[in-house]
């Protein structure tokens, strides 16, 4: 039995749609949580950002508690970056080397001796399955959890720690 390329298509786009839906989703609950924080920073008590939003006390404080976990703008930058690379490289898994390829690309520095290492490293990928949002492999995770503190120092540091520099030969300097 072979399935209906019409009803495929249907499928394909829905998932495509539900995928970009999610992406946004994420998106506009990473900037409610950023605003929240933003309030509570200029001298909001958790008490008065609660009862503005219509908010629990203890989920304000849960999520000013998570905001101060969270990547600065740098760090995201390079994340963002890193996702881009590995799309340049037609990736679907985002990996730690992916996360020093945006944090060149970053920081403007040139990123084609480390590009062509990571792509000696894993291969030329091959059709993307899906647009939009990358798995995040273990050892990326691991690297962005080590990281410190919210900029693309600590994610350096983060890299080195993990081996990832020394792997591709990419001297931290």
Known sequence: MSLDDEL????????DRLIAAQHEVDAAREAYHHAIGRLCAAGGTLREIAEELGLSHQRVH???????????????????????EAGRLRHDVLGAEHLLLGLLTVRGLDATAARSAVQDRLGKGGRRRAPGILRVDDRAKRVLDEASGPGAEELLAALRRTGVLDELGVDAA
């Open 62 to 84: 849960q999520i000013v508690e998570e905001g101060r976990h969270r990547l600065g703008d740098e760090a995201r930058a390079v994340l963002m970056a890193a996702h881009a």
């Open 8 to 15: 495929l298509r249907e499928a394909r786009d829905a998932r």
